[in-house]
Nanobody, 126 residues
Framework: QVQLIESGGGLVRAGASLRLSCTTS????????MAWFRRAPGRDHELVYA??????????ATTSDVSGRFSLSRDKFENTMYLQMDRLKPEDTAMYYC?????????????????WGQGTSVTVSP
């Protein structure tokens, strides 16, 4: 079973930047899509950024709250996905999860993803 390994979370002040990484345990893993979701205490998983995993990132989906502040990229050879988070706000505080799905699905829905990482914590102070 492929595993997703996240890193890069931390405690920062508002306005700072962080870059999260998600690496797959198997180089041969070729998902249909990968995504970042976040979950704040007492809330459901919220889509941060998702993309179809073709030769290039395509068909992205994101929430309006992070549009223009967050961006998605990948290192194809390292099988790693990155989430660059700039101009962080206290409301971005959450556990961030990497997810993947091998099947063609609605990439914006958390229920579409069958492989999940353990999460990395992001805390943004005022």
């Amino acid at each position: 079973q492929v595993q997703l390994i996240e890193s890069g979370g931390g405690l920062v002040r508002a306005g700072a930047s962080l870059r999260l990484s998600c690496t797959t345990s198997e180089r041969s893993f070729s998902p249909f899509a990968m995504a970042w979701f976040r979950r704040a205490p007492g809330r459901d998983h919220e889509l941060v950024y998702a993309a179809r995993w073709e030769s290039t990132i395509s068909h992205t989906a994101t929430t309006s709250d992070v549009s223009g502040r967050f961006s998605l990229s990948r290192d194809k050879f390292e099988n790693t996905m990155y989430l660059q988070m700039d101009r962080l706000k206290p409301e971005d505080t959450a556990m961030y999860y990497c997810a993947a799905t091998p099947s063609p699905v609605d990439i914006s829905r958390a229920s579409s993803y069958t492989v999940w990482g353990q999460g990395t914590s992001v805390t943004v102070s005022p």
